[in-house]
């Protein structure tokens, strides 16, 4: 585990300066050890809210050409883009694998555009098919795919304790090749309960779960779920930048990782809203139900 503040990376032209920002990073190890830098650092991040920091980031200049986004037009009620997303449906096996508690469907209460451009994925307390809650999961997998380039969404997330959104890819191979040899990449992941920090992960052999390499951002004087923000990566051979509203936060490289890169093929888009599982544990009494997120856009570029 290491704290930094500020994450600069060298090189020429662009020149981001954040103000008021002030970056948390944790390596995971272990789900115990991650509790207790949880911890940890909430109190740093207390004690730290009240500073003003300014860091200075100097990025490599990349230059991208826009290859695919969905921008969520459409009539309220309508259901997202057939030609760009399909669903999960179900319960998944073990909960989607995290022991999560949502039935995911397709139907409009659970993930609709609003009609002024946004996808409303939205997580109900309701009794459904078995379950205790039900949400919706879109991706593209089968649909689009790409290895390497800049994937950005905006999103505004959901909160509540035991609320689990997510922008994330998984390898499209993962049929051939399950998960984790496949790769997962997480762009965005929150817990509702922490509604100042957002995680960025990849998910590998020998590293998945709770030994993924993470690292979590934190907002000192906002919260994630009052606006909306843009979360992204960018990722080429050997490297995975990830940002919050364009401020680098990790960067990952086949050195910070503690098996094989699996980051060198075509991954697909999902976004979903989970209930329950092993990264937010349950919802409580005291989480307001329904909880929605709502995405702008996603963006899919190439580097020129
Ligand atoms: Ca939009």
Redesign the pocket.
Same mark, same amino acid.
Request: charged share 45%; hydrophobic share 15%.
């Given at each position: 585990m290491y704290i930094s503040i500020g994450n600069i990376i060298n090189t020429k032209s662009q020149v981001l300066i954040v103000k008021k920002r002030i970056m948390i990073s944790i390596n995971i190890k272990s789900r115990t050890s991650f509790l207790k830098i949880v911890s940890f650092s909430m109190v740093l991040f207390f004690l730290l809210s009240s500073c003003e920091k300014e860091a200075v980031q100097t990025l490599p200049e990349r230059e991208w050409t826009l290859v695919w986004s969905d $921008?969520?037009?459409g009539a309220a009620g309508a259901s997202p883009d057939n030609t760009k997303w399909s669903f999960d449906i179900g319960t998944g096996n073990n909960g989607w694998g995290n022991a999560e508690l949502q039935y995911y469907t397709s139907r409009s209460s659970n993930v609709q555009l609003d009609g002024t451009?946004?996808l409303v994925i939205t997580a109900r307390s309701e009794s459904f098919s078995g379950a205790g809650f039900t949400s919706a999961r879109i991706k593209t997998k089968d649909l689009y795919a790409q290895a390497y380039g800049r994937f950005e969404a905006r999103i505004k997330t959901p909160s509540g304790p035991g609320v689990w959104p997510a922008f994330w890819m998984l390898g499209s191979n993962i049929d051939a090749t399950p998960w984790p040899q496949c790769g997962e990449i997480d762009i965005m992941e929150q817990r509702g309960q922490q509604p100042s920090i957002t995680y960025g992960s990849v998910h590998g052999p020998g590293y998945s779960g709770g030994n993924a390499k993470t690292k979590a951002y934190g907002l000192t004087n906002g919260r994630f779920d009052t606006d909306y923000h843009i979360y992204a990566i960018e990722w080429g051979e050997g490297y995975i930048d990830y940002f919050v509203d364009d401020f680098l936060y990790q960067r990952i490289t086949p050195e910070d990782v503690t098996g094989q890169w699996v980051y060198d093929h075509p991954f697909f888009i999902i976004l979903n809203v989970a209930v329950g599982g092993n990264f937010v544990g349950f919802p409580t009494s005291g989480t307001p139900f329904p909880q929605s997120m709502y995405v $702008?856009?996603v963006k899919v570029f190439k580097q020129k």
């Open positions: $921008d969520f037009n451009g946004k $702008d856009y």
